[in-house]
C-alpha cells in the first residue's frame, strides 16, 4: 500500500477539506483500516491498520478534515510505504531525508523537541517514539516515525 502525501492537499485518499462522511466512507472503502475511535461528530477519527500494525489519526475542524496525521507501522515486514516528493517517509534514514529534502529546495525547520516542519508544504516530521523502531549506532531513532498533514501548522 502507497500513501502518497500531497501537500497542503491530501495525504493518500484523505483530502484536506474532506467531510466527516466522506472520510469514514473512504475508510470503508479502503477495507485496510478499522475505525478504533470516533465520536459522532469527531475531532478526530483514529483509524488502525493491523496487518501493518500503523495508525492513521485524521483531524477535524468546523466538520472538514484539517489534518492527517501517520504513525509509522510497527511492523517491519510491512508492504506500506509513505511518500513525500517520491521519498519513502518511514523507510529513508530520517538524516538521508533530511538532507535529500534540503536538496530539492525545501525549507526545513527543526526545534528542540523533535520535530522538524517543512513549513511551505505544511508538513511536520518527527522521530520520538516510544516503541522500539529501529536506531542507529547511537541509539537514536533511524527512521522518521510520525507525519503530519495538515491545511497549517
Do not use: C, W
Request: aromatic share 8%; glycine share 8%.
Amino acid at each position: 500500500m502507497d500513501v502518497e502525501i500531497r501537500p497542503r492537499t491530501s495525504a493518500g485518499p484523505f483530502r484536506l477539506g474532506m467531510s466527516v462522511e466522506g472520510a469514514r466512507e473512504t475508510a470503508h472503502e479502503l477495507g485496510a483500516f478499522r475505525t478504533a475511535a470516533s465520536d459522532a461528530i469527531p475531532g478526530q477519527i483514529v483509524l488502525t491498520h493491523d496487518d501493518a500494525q500503523m495508525d492513521v489519526v485524521l483531524a477535524f475542524a468546523k466538520g472538514a478534515l484539517s489534518g492527517v496525521e501517520l504513525f509509522r507501522f510497527r511492523n517491519e515486514d510491512a508492504d506500506v510505504r509513505v511518500l513525500l516528493d517520491g521519498l519513502d517517509v518511514f523507510r529513508t534514514p530520517s538524516e538521508d531525508l533530511f538532507e535529500q529534502l534540503a536538496e530539492r529546495g525545501h525549507t526545513i525547520e527543526e526545534n528542540d523537541l523533535g520535530f522538524d516542519a517543512l513549513p511551505e508544504l505544511k508538513v511536520i516530521l518527527a522521530n520520538q517514539s516510544s516503541y522500539e523502531y529501529p536506531v542507529d549506532e547511537e541509539g537514536d531513532p533511524l527512521y522518521y516515525d510520525y507525519v503530519l498533514v495538515a491545511n497549517r501548522i
